[in-house]
Nanobody, 119 residues
Framework: QVQLVESGGGLVQAGGSLRLSCAASGIIFSTFHMGWYRQAPGKQRELVAVVNSGGSTNYADSVKGRFTISRDNAKNMVYLQMNSLKAEDTAVYYC?????????????WGQGTQVTVSS
């Protein structure tokens, strides 16, 4: 059974920091591309950051320079360090795992963790 369990969300003032964690189980973690997405009320889910199985990262323009994604393959964990938080970062943040090889794709989502930034 595949599980992605997020933690670390909460309420923070603008300019503050939070670190989100995602614990993965039931997958060969090192072979999956891992990402963080977010969804604000009334908006579509959007990509925040990804780290592929090789360790390369990519970020949404809105978070570049403020957020850092990292992974620990030994612990089956992916993290999102969020600094200089803004009110517009308020959203539910979801952990995502994608495996794509030989024409096949598998994708899994966590249940989400709420991040609220007060201005």
């Amino acid at each position: 059974q595949v599980q992605l369990v997020e933690s670390g969300g909460g309420l923070v003032q603008a300019g503050g920091s939070l670190r989100l964690s995602c614990a993965a189980s039931g997958i060969i973690f090192s072979t999956f591309h891992m990402g963080w997405y977010r969804q604000a009320p009334g908006k579509q889910r959007e990509l925040v950051a990804v780290v592929n199985s090789g360790g390369s990262t990519n970020y949404a323009d809105s978070v570049k320079g403020r957020f850092t994604i990292s992974r620990d393959n030994a612990k089956n964990m992916v993290y999102l360090q969020m600094n200089s938080l803004k009110a517009e970062d308020t959203a539910v943040y979801y952990c995502n795992a994608v495996w794509s090889l030989f024409g096949g794709t598998r994708e899994y989502w966590g249940q989400g963790t709420q991040v609220t930034v007060s201005s």
